[in-house]
């Protein structure tokens, strides 16, 4: 097993309500057909030479309005003046050549390749295999394995030698021969002769997925037809089927010992394994004695604990001996596999889940899809499918000629007959990439060969493996062209880069690094800036409502331990003395905030985080604010006068001026 997994790893009432929900659904047609119609294509406002679509402003207020609103006229309104704003300052952004900074062509490169992936798969057959996936987890199969290596006991690749000893297998099963008897005369898998082609139980994701699909499709006590892979030929039996045992974490005691190793040897381990499961049945502690004893160091150094496994993911001996243990805590007696005496203490068990709405499980089991080599057929139907769309002008070229000159120049010999084609012959085009006689020589370089290494593939293989690849590369390259949602996901990004960096540069970092413009409007605006009722306090927050509970209780009993008792909690705790505006205090407004007085804890639900204050000293409202307590609120006005001017120079530059026809359309469609 371990070494295929490597290599391989009635009423009338009931007619009314009927006829309603058939006009509701017309209605939701029409409905959809409608916002269709006004939005497609419809200019909803322009600034300058420039226009927005009213289905790309849609998008943003429904993808940020997420909340709603009962006056989703006034709503669309508030949004559209800072959607306006928004597109003014990109503009700005292009017109200045941001998008061409090194800093923003990465990021969004960057961004490109961690997002693509997820777009290059058909999203129906991506579903297909999930559900697939959750069919097949619900069962384990026991499988059987016959290999018949393409290559000879010499080492030598000899396909038409496999292909008569697996015809010869197959015809012997074919007749009632013993699987078991059949694995071990001709398997070339080396653990056969022992395990007599019993890999164990398997389930989803144990086997590749061109095998996993053949075990699947064999029902019990069946075997397979002979599979060709690309290292050899492959028969499968279904030795017997179970629901699926889910996954166990377990801890153990591994004595090892060489395959070498004489019988005094084997002898001593397992008196010594009997030694330590009797120990261990009087009380002895499992993870000291794996510390002491146990051969197997990466788990000894975790206190045996193995990480947990599910089927088909260690020797068949072993799993099978793990997962009949039936109770945590319970502890096998010690038992002989190829790697020498094990002892396994059960810790907990997790069952197969056997809901298709469990979004956890499903999502989890998502990801393992996406990961899996299962998805290639996902991105063949997204292939297949954009081929047909791919601009690919094929040139008038001799595929004899090319035949004769890429096998002289690929096996360096001379032409037999002159041909009218050189390295520099146009074959096809995609787009603006024109390729020639000699790129299709550096591919068939790499790509003409068997993947068995039995040989050369046929030209019109290679030729299309050839033009594939380039149609490809052009699909990846160009998929804003060919898929509205990642163009419209890269869109975003970018925009919000520029954003984000002319910001920076008119609004953000002048309000925060021109300190003698921020004083100057501190003196011009110092009016704005006296405190409220405040107090000096100390406000504590708990990373949890016990914490919060134990450290309220101590500084309430005695307030002046507080920073003795906080620290006392480390990580758990932070403390940050300031002086704090009532309103800024945890429960400041609701109770008398007055010196000693230490307020009750007030949870965050978000993060269940838990925070109260000790008050030392209070203020009557009215005081000035020196400018340092002041600057965070100065820096945020001064930074919103800055943008407000900036955007009535905007507004002079791109005149704005908005459709009220087409606004009043999508804000009215209910």
């Known amino acids: 097993m371990t070494c295929l997994k490597r290599k391989l790893r009635t009423t009338n009432n009931h007619h009314q309500i009927k006829f309603k929900t058939m006009n509701k659904k017309w209605g939701l047609a029409v409905f959809a057909l409608f916002l269709v119609e006004i939005t497609s294509a419809q200019t909803l406002f322009t600034y300058g030479p420039y226009s927005t679509d009213a289905k790309d402003f849609l998008r943003a207020f429904n993808k940020n309005n997420t909340a709603g609103s009962a006056n989703k006229t006034k709503a669309m309104r508030d949004y559209l003046d800072l959607y306006v704003a928004s597109r003014l300052k990109i503009r700005e952004a292009y017109s200045r050549g941001y998008d061409t900074l090194s800093q923003i062509k990465n990021d969004i490169e960057n961004l490109r390749s961690q997002i693509i992936e997820n777009y290059l798969n058909d999203p129906a057959a991506s579903n297909k295999l999930l559900m697939e ?44 021969e013993n699987f078991a008897s059949l694995a071990q005369q001709y398997s070339s898998d080396p653990t056969a002769k022992t395990n007599k082609g019993d890999i164990g139980w398997v389930t989803v994701f144990t086997l590749p997925y061109e095998f996993e699909n053949i075990v699947y499709a064999t029902a019990p006590g069946k075997f397979s037809a002979p599979y060709r892979s690309k290292i050899g030929i492959h028969i499968f039996k279904n030795l017997g089927e179970r629901k699926g045992v889910g996954k166990m974490k377990a801890a153990q005691i591994l004595l090892a010992f060489p395959p070498d190793a004489d019988e005094g040897t084997k002898k001593r381990m397992a008196s010594l394994a009997d030694s330590l499961y009797q120990r261990l049945l009087k009380g002895d502690d499992l993870a000291k004695l794996a510390g002491q004893y146990s051969n197997d160091y990466v ?243 708990c990373g ?94 001064y930074q919103a006068e800055l943008e407000k001017k900036w955007l009535a120079e905007l507004k002079k530059k791109y005149p704005v001026n908005i459709d009220e026809k087409v606004f009043q359309q999508i804000a009215t469609v209910k």
Not at 139 to 164: P, Q
Not at 589 to 595: E, L, N, W, Y
Request: cysteine-free.
């Open 544 to 637: 949890d409502e016990a914490s919060a509970k134990t450290l309220y209780d101590a500084i309430k009993k005695n307030p002046s331990s507080w920073k003795t008792v906080s620290d006392a909690m480390g990580e758990k705790v932070v403390a940050d003395s300031s002086r704090y505006e009532f309103e800024q205090i945890p429960n400041g407004t609701k109770i008398p905030v007055q010196s000693g007085v230490v307020t009750s804890p007030v949870k965050n639900n978000a993060d269940g985080t838990v925070s109260f204050a000790y008050v030392l000293k209070t203020y009557g409202a009215g005081m000035p604010r020196a400018y340092n307590d002041a600057k965070g609120l100065v820096i945020s006005d």
């Open 133 to 176: 996936a959750f069919r097949r987890s619900q069962k384990d199969i026991h499988a059987g394995h016959i290999f018949i290596s393409y290559k000879n006991s010499s080492g030598v690749a000899d396909t038409a030698e496999a292909e008569r000893k697996a015809k010869e297998v197959y015809e012997k099963l074919k007749k009632g």
């Open 299 to 541: 788990s000894a150094a975790s206190g045996g604990v193995v990480p947990e496994f599910g089927v088909g993911q260690y020797d068949p001996e072993f799993e099978k001996v793990v997962f009949g243990l039936t109770k945590d805590g319970e502890i096998s007696k010690p038992f002989l596999t190829s790697h020498g005496y094990h002892i396994v203490k059960r810790i907990s068990a997790t069952p197969v889940v056997r809901d298709p709405n469990n979004k956890a499980y499903m999502d989890q089991l998502k990801s393992q899809v996406n990961t899996s080599d299962r998805m290639l057929s996902a991105r063949n139907t997204v292939i297949d499918k954009a081929l047909k769309q791919i601009p690919i002008k094929k040139y008038p070229y001799s595929d004899k000629e090319l035949m004769m000159l890429s096998d002289s120049l690929l096996d360096n010999r001379r032409l037999t007959s002159p041909v009218s084609i050189t390295r520099t012959t146009p074959l096809f085009s995609i787009g603006n990439n024109l390729f020639t006689v000699s790129d299709y020589i550096t591919y068939a370089q790499t790509w003409r060969y068997k993947s068995d290494g039995t040989g050369v593939k046929p030209y019109q293989q290679v030729m299309d493996g050839f033009v594939r690849s380039k149609a490809e590369d052009y699909y990846r390259s160009h998929l804003e062209d060919f898929n509205s949602d990642f163009r419209a996901q890269m869109n975003e990004f970018k925009d919000g880069n520029l954003f984000f960096e002319i910001m920076q540069q008119e609004v953000w970092g002048k309000a925060q690094n021109d300190t003698v413009a921020l004083k100057a409007y501190y003196v011009k605006n110092r009016g704005r800036y006296n405190w409220k009722q405040s107090a000096d306090a100390i406000i504590f927050f």
